[in-house]
């Protein structure tokens, strides 16, 4: 059974950081495609990040270009977002997800954890 399981969410001010983690377990953790999606209240899901943890490729949306910086320890089976210089757009609950491919992983991901909260105030 494939499991993600995301923590690290929080409150912080505009201007903060946060790591969020995602641990998987029960994949290929070597050869997938993992990242990170989210939701605010009202807005579709967009997808923020993803990293192929074969090869290191990294994808961004531009909202979050030059502020979040995900990574990988395979030894760990975990996936790290690192959140900087936060503003109150970024509020929304973060989604860990995992699939075969980046290009899957950003159309029709396979798997998906529950969710962590991050809300930034002003």
Do not use: H
């Amino acid at each position: 059974e494939v499991q993600l399981v995301e923590s690290g969410g929080g409150l912080v001010q505009a201007g903060g950081s946060l790591r969020l983690s995602c641990a998987a377990s029960g994949l290929p953790f070597d050869d997938y495609a993992i990242g990170w999606f989210r939701q605010a209240p009202g807005k579709e899901r967009e997808g923020v990040s993803c990293i192929s943890t074969s090869d290191g490729s990294t994808y961004y949306a531009d909202s979050v270009k030059g502020r979040f910086t995900i990574s990988s320890d395979n030894a760990k089976n975990t996936v790290y977002l690192q959140m900087n210089s936060l503003k109150p757009e970024d509020t929304a609950v973060y989604y860990c997800a995992a699939s075969g491919t980046v290009v899957t992983l950003l159309t029709l991901a396979d798997y998906w954890g529950q969710g962590t909260q991050v809300t930034v105030s002003s």
